[in-house]
């Protein structure tokens, strides 16, 4: 795969785990604190499994702040799916604008191009 996609691949994928390890417990607020706990760590390890590699490949052709805008944007953008469709939770829209305004930031910081 090209090393300009792969990162952002394993981005995405890393972050449908962040997620739901975060926030997915919110429609089961019946299940005692202490085991979220432990599901929730569980779940985070593959997470990280999927998001160390993409920072060290990713760091090949991209800056580390690159990196990091770029999980912050993608972390906007699967938070927003999964709230609308699992929590059925729609975005509001000055909660919209606000992320827009983030989205922003990230196209400024990519801008510069690549690491290489």
């Known amino acids: 795969m090209h090393p300009y996609l792969t990162p952002i691949f394993l981005l995405v994928a890393s972050n449908l785990f962040m ?26 390890f593959f997470e990280y499994s999927l998001q160390v ?6 760091h090949q052709v991209y ?8 999980q912050e ?3 906007l953008v699967v938070f ?3 709230a609308w469709l699992y929590l ?6 000055h909660e919209l604008l606000g992320m827009v305004i983030v989205l922003i ?9 690549s690491k290489a």
């Open 19 to 44: 997620t739901m390890a975060w926030y997915g417990h919110l429609k089961h607020k019946q299940v005692a604190i202490w085991l979220v706990v432990l599901i929730s760590w569980g779940i985070a």
């Open 63 to 70: 800056t580390a702040s690159q990196l990091k805008v770029m």
């Open 105 to 113: 930031g990230v196209m400024v910081a990519q801008f510069g191009g």
């Open 73 to 75: 944007a993608i972390t």
């Open 88 to 93: 059925h939770e729609p975005p509001r829209r």
């Open 53 to 58: 590699p993409a920072n060290r490949l990713g």
């Open 80 to 82: 927003v799916g999964f």
